[in-house]
């Protein structure tokens, strides 16, 4: 909550309690009515979201019933009204909303990046004449994509922030559509600060920087991961972050078309049937791995300086790695399998199901990290991510999350500090999971991306206590014993949880 808020709720919860510690009049009524002047001081300075309503609606009944209190009689004189009890009980339950709500779902935080560097900021339309598009309600025409940029940056002194999710109003609507809740449900997501500037200068600590991408999964957003480029930026890298067309809940391209997601891209699998979703999927998985095909030869572009921006000749093109969840970790499966560009990768619950079997077959012969939500390791997809790991060259990852589920990779767990308990994320402490994963990223690059002796994964197996892999027992490919202690694979395992074999495999 913001500061402001707290006073307001902390005045009008005090006005209540009041009455038990003193008997006179003056001192509530002047307590009354600067709660009812905080309201107006809280939307100027701190700006209004729905949340806050109940707390503002109090505010109002507190004002009104401080200025009676102030021009009526003595309350000994007073005649008694009808309905007292239940008004007492009704303003008691707009209370307790008014102090729940925006404390359950407050304008989320954004970790502070632990880089050195500060972050610039911008997007950029791109278009891939040599595709044609083939989805959405009227396909044909070539190809769009809007991508965003974050990188080390020089802001000035007078500089400020952007905001998380540029075109929220189209963006916010269409995810709460999908997720069935009011169109303004999303709308305090305007509130976040960030810590990143848009169109600042490029630091001038490196003639160049390497470069990760990131590929969001089915109904994701390229800012659905905001808090994990600012982190790497931070670190060093340029994040590109890409608008999937048509399987991002919302494109918004310049001059404010929008493009929402193509339910048809990927039907409903209760309604279709395995085999079509199937279908679908793979269609998916093609036209986002040329995605990234087509944005890494655009990062090339630019950095020939072939298109205007600050950028050219500032990416290292031979130090590119990419990251993704769900549908958008099985494009990045597929491109780091076929496209010699990539040189490390991580899937957070990779979908792999759709992957060509040929790659599933052959393995990934680049660094890349497996890492599973506790919700997915039963999942389908879990036999072929299996295979595909088991294939692999040396430097592969398994690991799983205990108490995460698969929404808890993108920025569910920024939503609320009780959304374990509201079943909208894992049981585990979402501060905790997002400091994991930022960390995770940031050792994993900089180990392969960077050439830091970051030691990955072995100095973050005692930090990662929640970071596990399956149990040996639950492996059916080899005998415990062959997966503890002989995979050419490094991999850190459970016997059975809590106590962890810290020993690494090679």
Known sequence: MRYLEILLLALSALWFILPGFTSIRGWRQGLGFLVAVSV??????????????????????????????????PAELRPEIPGRRIGRALAGLVGVVALALPIVLPVPRLPTPSGSFAVGTFSLHLVDDAREETYGPNPGGPRELMVQFFYPAEPGQDAETGPWIEDLDAVGAQLAKYVEVPSFAFDHLGLTETHTYPDAPVSEASASYPVVIYSHGWRGFRTVNFNQAEALASEGYVVVTIDHTYASTMTVFPGGREAPVDPNALPDEDVVGPARFLEAGRRLNDVMTADLEFVVDELAEINRGRRSTTLAQRLDMDRVGLFGHSAGGGAVVSFCATDRRCKAGVGFDPWVEPVDPEIIARGLQVPFGFVRSEQWTTHDNEPELR????????????????????????????????????????????????????????????????????????????????????????????????????????????????????????
């Open 387 to 506: 295979e595909l790991f088991d294939n692999g060259g040396p430097d592969q990852y398994w690991h799983a999350i205990s108490g995460t589920e698969h929404r808890d990779f993108v920025f569910v767990p920024l939503l609320s500090p009780v959304g374990g308990l509201l079943g909208i994320q894992g049981s585990i402490d979402s501060g905790r999971l997002v400091d994991l994963l930022d960390n995770h990223l940031a050792g994993f690059f900089g180990q392969y991306l960077m050439g830091q002796d970051t030691g990955f994964p072995d100095s973050t197996v005692l930090e990662f206590e929640e970071l596990i892999a399956s149990p040996a027992n639950d492996y059916p490919h080899h005998p415990a014993r062959a997966v503890c202690a002989g995979l050419p694979n490094r991999i850190s395992c459970w016997d059975s949880p809590p106590r962890m074999l810290r020993t690494p495999l090679r």
């Open 40 to 73: 107006p001081w809280q939307l100027a300075l701190e700006g209004y979201r729905w949340q806050m309503v109940p707390g503002y609606v109090l505010a109002v009944l507190i004002g009104i019933y401080t200025w009676w209190d102030f021009i009526g009689p």
